[in-house]
């Protein structure tokens, strides 16, 4: 177990040392809070239904087998394919099943799907697979993975880019993100339209309607879930909402603290894609996928939700605020993580991915100071989830050695040090 | 009415801030009793997750304090821990009122017990500490009152501060667990947020705040703590 500690550490510092991740997050943060502030300003009432989506959150997380069958129905009554996958396993069986093998898949950015190590996967089952969006699709050429949920590829900076770049398509590119942007848009281009299949989470999936909210800028994720003749949707049962004005109130919210005046691109999906112009007699698959998959995830969330203190947790729409303004997320970035990072992917990753041994480093990289549950559009609030886990972590004998020698002598000599 | 000091651990093993914690009660002719020397609150019991044992160390310390109506500390930790922490793992409140020592100046120089003759001509700013903050109740006028009145002193804001103050890297034992993670978050907050104010000091309210704020200083501003300055500006 030291060695973990260990091994974290060597790691933290060594990002410490980089320059550019440094460079590169303080852009990152000015940029982030000027245009999330601007945002709230110009639509004020976000706030309040923020608060309102507070509570509908916790209606779902309070009866998730209610909302589960409710939106598995609706699913199926609109013609696409419900699923529930108990753990990440019963969840890779379903999509080997509907993929199989010698297919070419692109896929939508999704931490759902990181959480479930599904490229690793599709790939083992002899698959070809695009990451679309452009920081993903960097990440996957450089085989890292994202360091920050909105925006994967923060840290890397446009020399690297054009180097990976150039490498991959035996091209020289120069270090112009316009040029670079291009040619990932050519390269994908042929793979959208080639493909067998598409890949996305989702932000959120309604139980009255069925409807898949999916909400981008570049255009990556339309174009994976309607060229492609399957669409596959991976989607943990927290992104459940009880009605398609619920969707709307989170796509409003999700915007504007991530800091946008306006997505470029919202789909909603309820369904595969279909026609009746011919004598009336409905035809799957007009112009969109013939197929739709709905697997509805939990690993583990049903368990955080059992905590009462953990289960809040379950609430986060993945804005990236909490990350921004945290004081330790900048300098570190994904490193303080697993699959999920930062202060809000201590329980992440103890519960959904990773389980406690992999929170316990993470646990002990939260000063702690609350500065995220201020900027919260859920009212998360990190702290005390981390005391929680801290406590779990006690009871599993998996705190750090130095800390423990600390509370150990409060315990033994009344001191720490 | 009777007053105890309890100084914590870090402010007891800091010679720096425990020496003129004392001495500054001594000319302000404050008498009290000390505590929290060999007696910890229990913080790091709490942030190792070991709730049952930190019942025991509440227990422990309330004892300590038997006889003391006003329990004046220096650390934030100890003050939010003894005042609301204890009474959320033990279920019984405390039989004494709780001030952080900017509190307690506060009342001591608008008492006239403290009086200022050489004041502290320097420009200054303030860093919140989280727990006295933001994550407690909102101590954010009284450092600043006893600050400005000392004859001399500029005091000049940060960007972001009260409220919205970003933390100096060395709580939630981040400092025992990576110190050289919880420097460079003061480092980068000095960097961004302090030496573009062109502030001479830079000075808070914590023995945390202090060490690590003065390990990430890196000699780029002078770090004094906030009893410092007041002790300097008495003298």
């Known amino acids: 177990m030291a060695n973990i500690h260990t091994q974290y550490k060597k790691t933290i510092y060594r990002v410490l040392k980089d320059p550019f991740t440094r460079t590169a997050l303080r852009r990152a943060v000015e940029s982030f809070r000027k245009n999330r502030d601007r945002a709230l300003e110009a639509f004020p009432y976000v706030k309040e239904e923020a608060k309102k989506l507070i509570e509908t959150k916790n209606q779902v997380i309070d009866n998730f087998d209610y909302y589960i069958e409710k939106t598995m129905k609706v699913v199926e009554s609109m013609h696409a394919i419900p699923y529930y996958a108990e753990d990440a396993d019963e969840a890779l069986d379903i999509m080997k099943k509907i993929v199989g093998t010698g297919k070419t898949i692109v896929k939508a950015k999704s931490i759902t799907s990181e959480e479930l190590f599904m490229n690793e996967k599709l790939e083992e089952w002899g698959n070809e697979v695009f990451e679309t969006d452009l920081g993903e699709f960097i990440v996957q050429l450089l085989k890292s993975r994202p360091m920050h949920i909105l925006a994967p590829a923060v840290n890397i900076p446009r020399e690297k880019v054009a180097e990976i770049f150039s490498q991959f398509s035996g091209e020289e590119l120069p270090p112009d993100p316009p040029r670079l942007a291009r040619f990932a848009r050519e390269f994908l281009r042929e793979k959208f339209f080639n493909a067998d299949i598409g890949i996305s989470g989702g932000n959120a999936i309604t139980a009255d309607t069925g409807t898949i909210f999916l909400i981008e800028n570049e255009g990556n994720i339309r174009l994976a879930t309607s060229a492609p003749p399957v669409h596959i949707a991976v989607i943990g049962i927290e992104k459940i909402l009880p009605s398609l004005k619920d969707g709307m109130r989170l796509l409003e919210v999700v915007s504007r603290y991530a800091g946008y005046l306006a997505m470029s691109y919202v789909s909603l999906i309820s369904g595969p894609s279909k026609t009746g112009d011919i004598e009336k007699v409905v035809v799957y698959g007009a112009h969109g996928p013939k197929e739709l998959h709905v697997i509805l995830l939990n690993n583990g969330r049903k368990e955080a939700a059992k905590d009462p203190v953990v289960k809040q947790a379950l609430r986060c729409l993945r804005c990236g605020a909490c990350m921004y303004e945290c004081p330790v997320y900048p300098l570190t970035t994904g490193y303080w993580g697993y699959k999920y990072m930062g202060g809000i992917g201590i329980p992440w990753t103890a519960y959904i991915t990773g389980g406690f041994e992999k929170a316990a480093p993470m646990a002990f990289t939260c000063t702690m100071c609350g500065r995220c549950v201020k900027y919260c559009p859920m009212e998360i609030d990190t702290p005390k989830i981390t005391e929680r886990v801290r406590e779990i972590l006690n009871e599993k004998g998996l705190i750090p050695p130095y800390i423990e020698e600390l509370a150990r002598n409060v315990i033994e000599k009344g001191v720490p040090y | ?235």
Do not use: W
Not at chain 2, 64 to 80: A, F, K
Not at chain 2, 122 to 132: A, G, N, T, W
Not at chain 2, 136 to 141: A, V
Not at chain 2, 162 to 173: I, N, S
């Open chain 2, 1 to 235: 009415m009777k007053i105890g000091i309890f100084f914590g651990c870090t402010t007891r093993s800091t010679p720096v801030l425990f020496d003129r914690l004392k001495e500054l009660m001594d000319r302000a002719g404050v008498e009290y009793s000390s505590h929290g020397l060999d007696l910890c609150c229990g913080a790091p019991l709490l942030l190792a997750g070991k709730i049952e044992e930190a019942k025991v160390q509440a227990e422990k310390v309330r004892k300590s304090l038997e006889g003391v109506d006003v329990v004046v500390t220096p650390c934030p930790h100890c003050y939010t821990i003894i005042k609301h922490e204890y009474r959320e793992i033990t279920g019984k409140d405390n039989d004494f009122e709780v001030l952080h020592i900017t509190q307690f100046l506060k009342k001591l120089i608008d008492e006239g017990k403290i009086k200022f003759k050489s004041g502290f001509r320097k420009r200054v700013v303030y860093h919140d500490p989280c727990y006295i903050g933001r994550e407690s109740d909102g101590i954010y006028d009284e450092p600043r009152e006893v600050l400005k009145s000392i004859p001399g002193l500029e005091l000049v804001p940060l960007p972001l501060e009260k409220e919205d103050a970003t933390c100096c890297g060395g709580g939630g034992f981040v400092r025992a667990y990576l110190p050289r993670l919880s420097a460079e978050v003061a480092k980068e907050k000095i960097e961004l947020q302090v030496l573009p104010t062109g502030a001479e000091v830079l000075t808070s309210a914590c023995p945390f705040c202090y060490l690590n704020l003065n390990d990430g200083s890196e000699g780029k501003i002078e770090v004094e703590d906030l009893v410092s300055i007041v002790l300097k500006g008495v003298e």
